[in-house]
């Protein structure tokens, strides 16, 4: 006799077995995906530990005396950085030297700041760089006297005044002399002079020459020392030897009538050497800031005068100080993408989330396809395990006894309870069906044995 079917019996096992079906495992899933979670936290992490954090909003610059151009030229960096959210403290102090020994120093809060060129000889830089050269700095040496001089060694015995302590400008003045056999302690008298004073001591007839450049030179000074009767600016004859033997130096051509066309000042043609003032930052300056100084430093120094042309400056002159990576990169190819479109503060927001998130979608892309397949494996593991002990069972039914068959019977009933309880996706129904039917099999051969 047939056992009429109970239809809502038949429903609800269609619901259970839909359930199952549908049902995800999420174990699988878990250990499917975790390899290639792990693999995003690393990169994640890597990301961090490598990109630089936001960008501080204060830098310090160390320029000069108050109202020197090094400080002056450091107010108009000031201002412009202002416009990006960027606040610039500026550090006075007694030079280029002196500015070289604080960006020396770990512990002196210094960012970047102008450094002439010449004074790092004795100084270690390994840990400074550069953000290119911002301006000439010629060197002036004004005599006194009917004779015309065009070499330093003829300076030799005579009083000359060099700068003062702490200067760029002394620094240079040494080591131009010494190479020319005028050392400290020798017969010339070597003066720390600088500027107005020196200007004032060489018309007054107290000292013979003076050594002036930087803040020394200033446009007054320069004139009134070019109008002076008996006063002369030295013509370098050797200023290419000059630009071979230091590297850090340059020739320039002064044209005459430069100063003055109508009094043709100078009557001739000069030949100066020239260091250049460079913008020097510690290596750690985050990139962002040496794109936006070297943006300033366009628009302070891009502009032709008579010592220059326009854009020549800034420039990536190496000399004394390697170039920094960043300043490489921005003088061949600019500032980035979002930089010139964005605001600088969400620039740099974009910028870092993109380098956070770009190894993420790197891993992704193939993890959202490595990940259904390790799911597939895992699904399809679980259905050959259930086929390994279910072949070990019909093993053992060949040679059963009859009071083995009962024993046999139980353990198939646990294999196919244990089988419908399998979360089973759709796309495996096939498979979990016929492993249904071969435990149909089983049993059949079970009970024909019987």
């Known amino acids: 006799m047939v056992t009429p079917i109970n239809p809502s019996e038949l429903k609800q ?101 102008f450094v002439q060129g010449g004074v790092a000889a004795e100084l270690p830089i390994d840990h400074l760089v550069s953000l290119g050269s911002v301006s000439y700095v010629p060197v002036s040496v004004f005599y006194r006297g009917r004779e015309m001089l065009n070499r330093l060694s003829e300076l030799n015995g005579k009083r000359v005044s060099i700068g003062v302590p702490g200067s760029g400008s002394r620094v240079l003045a040494l080591t131009l002399l010494k190479a020319n056999g005028i050392e400290v302690g020798g017969k010339t008298e070597l003066l720390d002079m600088a500027g107005d004073e020196a200007a004032q001591a060489l018309t007054d007839g107290k000292i013979d020459a003076a050594f002036l450049m930087g803040d020394s030179a200033s446009p007054p000074t320069m004139g009134k020392l070019l109008r002076t009767p008996g006063i002369h600016l030295l013509d370098f004859s050797q200023a290419a030897a000059y630009a071979r033997r230091f590297s850090y130096l340059n020739q320039l051509n002064i044209p005459k009538g430069v100063f003055d066309l109508g009094k043709n000042i100078p009557s001739r043609d000069i030949r100066l050497i020239a260091p250049t003032a460079e913008l020097i930052a510690r290596e750690d300056l985050h990139p962002a800031l040496s794109d936006l100084l070297i943006e300033a430093a366009k628009e302070v120094h891009s502009d032709a005068n008579v010592l220059q042309r326009a854009g020549e400056f800034p420039a990536p002159l190496a000399h004394e100080f390697r170039i920094s990576d960043d300043a490489t990169r921005y003088y061949k190819s600019g500032k980035g993408f979002f930089y010139r479109t ?98 149909g099999f089983v049993r059949s051969r079970l009970l024909n044995r019987s």
């Open 342 to 439: 964005l605001p600088f503060w969400l620039a740099s927001l974009v910028d870092r989330t993109l380098v956070v998130l770009l190894p993420i979608i790197l891993l992704l892309i193939p993890g959202f396809k490595l990940v259904p397949m390790l799911y597939g494996w895992r699904i399809k593991s679980r259905i050959y395990r259930w086929y390994g002990i279910l072949i070990a069972l019909e093993r053992a039914a060949i040679t059963h006894t009859e009071e083995e068959q009962e024993q046999l019977l139980k353990r198939l009933d646990h294999i196919e309870e244990a089988v419908n309880r399998m979360k089973m996706p759709l796309a495996f129904a096939d498979q979990f069906y016929v492993l249904r039917e071969h435990i």
């Open 13 to 113: 096992s269609a619901i259970n077995i839909k359930t199952r079906f549908v049902a995800i495992s999420w174990r699988d899933l878990a250990i499917s995906f975790g390899p290639i979670a792990l693999l995003a936290v690393v990169a994640i992490w890597l990301a961090i530990w490598f990109i630089h954090p936001a960008p501080p909003n204060t830098i310090t610059m160390v320029t000069g005396p108050e109202h020197s151009n090094f400080w002056n030229t450091a107010e108009k960096y000031q201002k412009i950085l202002a416009h990006n959210g960027i606040k610039l403290k500026i550090v006075t102090s007694e030079g280029s030297l002196d500015n070289l020994k604080k960006l020396n120093d770990p512990h002196s809060g210094i960012d970047v700041g």
